[in-house]
T-cell receptor
């Protein structure tokens, strides 16, 4: 079985500041990991995914995440926050290539202050 | 046609009733997954269909059922609605079981 814990249900940063959203996973086998963004009243959009290749994964909109097996973490970062980054972010894990059977965390709401 | 379209966008039903939610996937997307997202929580996997056959199921009772059709559309049916079924229901599709999935905007179901 697998699980995901997102530390911090709400994160607030100033525009231009570093964004750091935390995700820790639990998995009995090497996982595939994903970050999604959800804007109000919309579905989920894939930001990036880790599928056992490079541990530092670059995604869309300037986001990146680093897979750290020793820490069982997959934290999402962005060097400089934009107002348009305000949304809810979800980390997800799956045990194989079938991303359609993912286990999601409870999400982190990112607020960006002007 | 591009994108994943879900209908209706909002729905109010009474406890004990039955509901059918619909999803129209992109042409060639043979795999569709359905998720339930309760308020303030992440999506929970309900089930997946691949080429019109169920291909895995999450921890949901049998009153949650689905269908997938040859025209890349699918349905989620829920019988004997309970108040806790109130949630955003998302479908996501992909040409194969692997790779990245495209999510629809969801159907907001309220059970009263």
């Amino acid at each position: 079985a697998q699980s995901v814990t997102q530390l911090g249900s709400h994160v607030s940063v100033s525009e231009g500041a570093l964004v750091l959203l935390r995700c820790n996973y639990s998995s009995s086998v090497p996982p595939y990991l994903f970050w999604y963004v959800q804007y109000p009243n919309q579905g989920l959009q894939l930001l990036l995914k880790y599928t056992s290749a490079a541990t530092l994964v670059k995604g869309i909109n300037g986001f990146e995440a680093e897979f750290k097996k020793s820490e069982t973490s997959f934290h999402l970062t962005k060097p400089s926050a934009h107002m348009s980054d305000a949304a809810e972010y979800f980390c997800a894990v799956t045990l194989n290539t079938n991303a359609g059977k993912s286990t999601f965390g409870d999400g982190t709401t990112l607020t960006v202050k002007p | 046609e591009t994108g994943v379209t879900q209908s209706p966008t909002h729905l109010i039903k009474t406890r004990g009733q039955q509901v059918t939610l619909r999803c129209s996937s992109q042409s060639g997307h043979n795999t569709v997954s359905w998720y339930q997202q309760a308020l303030g929580q992440g999506p929970q996997f309900i089930f997946q269909y691949y080429r019109e056959e169920e291909n895995g199921r999450g921890n949901f009772p049998p009153r949650f059922s689905g269908l997938q059709f040859p025209n890349y559309s699918s349905e989620l049916n829920v019988n004997a609605l309970e108040l806790d079924d109130s949630a955003l229901y998302l479908c996501a599709s992909n040409p194969t079981v692997g790779g990245g999935y495209t999510f629809g905007s969801g159907t907001r179901l309220t059970v009263v």
